[in-house]
């Protein structure tokens, strides 16, 4: 089975712009988690989707967005960019309805922001 | 909140010895806890899974115990090699909210 592939692996904008990340889970995979990840803050959760519906939110600005399409790809938005934005993206997905279970990860998108 | 610790935060050993990976959790009611490897740049490569019913899990060289009621998993690796390293991060999730919460890795340093 292929992994867990996102788009684009890199980027560069600048403040005031937005994004769309992209992420194609593991085929068969519903659930799919986002997260980003700094070298100060670590790993944080931004959301997960189920079956096209946001199961679970972390504590980001509403900037950031995503949704899920019908084939379980999801995609991420970041609008009016800051220069805290830049990060590493990840997405993960998960086999099935209980979001609880092993996550598999991306590679990751590498977000700059100038 | 669920707050998950990992010491060290960087470990260098050489080549061939076996080591332990530490990684605490703040509460018990986890569902399942993961470890992951994380190479510079990259992405997460998941390693083991261990269910909250589960004491511990083994692949090949690597060895996941979990002790739920202190709070504590660790992560062995024998005989270790320069390929090893990596950063290792642990996440847990509980049973009440669908996201993990992952510590802050542990920076492994294998010298040849």
């Known amino acids: 089975k292929a992994g867990v592939t996102q788009t684009p692996r890199y980027l560069i904008k600048t403040r005031g712009q937005q994004v769309t990340l992209s992420c194609s889970p593991i085929?068969?995979?519903?659930?799919v988690s986002w997260y980003q990840q700094t070298p100060g803050q670590g790993l944080q959760f931004l959301f997960e989707?189920?079956?096209?519906?946001?199961?679970n939110k972390g504590n980001f600005p509403g900037r950031f967005s995503g949704r899920q399409f019908s084939n379980s790809r999801s995609e991420m938005n970041v609008s009016t960019l800051e220069l805290g934005d830049s990060a590493l993206y990840l997405c993960?997905?998960?086999?099935?309805?209980?979001?609880?279970?092993?996550?598999?990860f991306g590679p990751g998108t590498r977000l700059t922001v100038t | 909140k669920q707050e998950v610790t990992q010491i060290p935060a960087a470990l260098s050993v050489p080549e061939g010895e076996n080591l332990v990976l530490n990684c605490s959790f703040t509460?018990?009611?986890?569902?399942?806890l993961q470890w992951f490897r994380q190479d510079p740049g990259k992405g997460l490569t998941s390693l083991l899974l261990i269910q909250s019913s589960q004491r511990e899990q083994t692949s090949g060289r690597l060895n996941a115990s979990l002790d739920k009621s202190s709070g504590r998993s660790t992560l062995y690796i024998a005989a270790s090699q320069p390929g090893d390293s990596a950063t290792y991060l642990c996440?847990?999730?509980?049973?009440?909210?669908?996201?993990?919460?992952f510590g802050s890795g542990t920076k492994l340093n294998v010298k040849p």
């Open positions: 996440a847990v999730i509980n049973y009440n909210f669908n996201k993990f919460y």
């Open positions: 993960a997905s998960s086999p099935g309805r209980d979001g609880r279970q092993a996550q598999y």
């Open positions: 085929s068969g995979h519903r659930s």
């Open positions: 509460d018990s009611a986890i569902y399942n």
């Open positions: 989707y189920f079956s096209e519906t946001q199961r």
